[in-house]
C-alpha cells in the first residue's frame, strides 16, 4: 500500500510548465493550423475561397502577403488565377503597407519553404478589389 502511494505521488505531480514564450508559439501554430484545415475544407468543393488578404512586408526573405484563414493571418505568396484579370498582377505588386484587399483565392496544397525554414502556401488569386478595412476587424 505504501508503495502504491509513493507511485502515485511520484506521477501524480503537476504537468511541467511552458515558459509563456513557448506557450504563445504553441497557441498561435494551432490556430493557424486550425485556420489552414478550415480553409482546405471550406475550398474542397468549390476550390476557391472568399476572403481578405493584405500587403504585410515583413523584414526577411518570406512572401509580403498575408490571407485571412478561420480569423488568422496566414503568410502566402500570391499569383494570378488562370482566369484572372490581365491588371491583377501589377495592381498586387503596386500594393501599398498595410492594405487589404477582399479576394477569391484558389486555397492550393501546395506548401513552399524559405532558407530559414518559414513555411507558406501558394494562393491563386481570381480576383481581387481594396478593401479599406481595418485588417484586424472582426478579432
Partial sequence: MVMACGLYAACGGPAPQLDPGSAALG?????????????????STTGSLATRIRFNPA????????????????????VPGRGAAEDLGPALQAAAAGSVWRAVVGVGRSVAESETGWRYRTLEVESAEPDGADPDQGR
Fill in 27 to 43: 497557441s498561435v501554430s494551432a490556430r493557424v493550423h486550425r485556420a489552414a484545415t478550415r480553409a482546405d475544407e471550406a475550398s
Fill in 59 to 78: 523584414p526577411c526573405e518570406c512572401p509580403p502577403w498575408e490571407v485571412e484563414l478561420g480569423g488568422a493571418w496566414m503568410r502566402c505568396a500570391l
